[in-house]
């Protein structure tokens, strides 16, 4: 199955609203990390977080290891933020191996 | 400036001839890799690389070859292209597998005809 779930799918938020992404994971925790995947593509690392709470500007990202699943809080929205957010387990141990989830597509609005 | 140089930013290729992947970084990394993302579909592991050593190869066809010549350098030649092949292709890098942040260049989009 499916060992990196996001939720939800798709967001659209008016601008100045806040937004909880969610992902959980079915396998033992070894790191995770966020990433904005811009319109045209380009990713962007947003946290590594393999456990507790990291802030970055408007960006709140929470990981509960025993519960296997990290947060992403988007304060505020801005038109700005629209894109694909994506979370990822490292699931490959020495090998650097990533496992993506599908992603949550938000869409902020003015 | 670009931190991870991938080139070129766009490709079409026609059935079954043979493409290589620029991918070149700068952030002093010792892991790099290659990812893939379909239309609609997750992004997927390829291939990593470690001090120019393959760590991890998840890729089920021996028409992709991963080439590392220097450390920051690790290109991925592909034979034989398929249209199922077509997809955007990144190149990623980090300090310390996936211990650390990585990095990702701004992709190849590969169109297969």
């Known amino acids: 199955g499916q060992q990196v779930q996001q939720s939800p799918a798709s967001l659209v938020l008016q601008e100045g609203e806040n937004a909880e992404l969610q992902c959980n994971f079915s396998?033992?925790?070894?790191?995770m990390q966020w990433f904005y995947q811009r319109p045209g593509g380009s990713l962007v690392s947003l946290f590594y977080?393999?456990?507790g709470t990291k802030h970055s500007g408007r960006l709140t990202s929470t990981t509960v290891i025993k519960e296997r699943r990290s947060s992403l809080h988007i304060s505020s929205s801005q038109t700005t933020d629209s894109g694909t957010y994506l979370c990822?387990?490292?699931?490959?141990?020495?090998?650097?191996?990533?496992?993506f989830g599908e992603g949550t597509q938000v869409t902020v609005i003015s | 400036d670009p931190k991870i140089i991938q080139k070129p930013k766009y490709l079409v290729a026609v059935t079954g001839s043979e493409k290589i992947l620029i991918c070149e970084q700068y952030?002093?990394?010792?892991?790099m890799y290659w990812y893939r993302q379909s239309a609609k579909k997750p992004l997927e592991f390829m291939f990593s690389?470690?001090?120019?050593?393959?760590?991890d190869n998840q890729t089920a066809s021996s028409r992709f070859q991963p080439q590392s010549s220097k450390k920051n350098h690790l290109d991925l030649q592909i034979t034989a292209l398929k249209p199922d092949d077509s997809a955007t292709y990144f190149c990623?890098?980090?300090?310390?597998?996936?211990?650390?942040?990585?990095?990702f260049g701004s992709g190849t989009r590969l169109l297969v005809i």
């Open positions: 990623a890098s980090s300090q310390d597998g996936a211990n650390s942040d990585y990095t």
């Open positions: 396998t033992s925790l070894n790191s």
């Open positions: 977080n393999p456990s």
């Open positions: 990822a387990l490292a699931t490959g141990g020495l090998s650097g191996k990533l496992t």
């Open positions: 952030l002093g990394h010792n892991a």
């Open positions: 690389y470690s001090y120019q050593k393959l760590m």
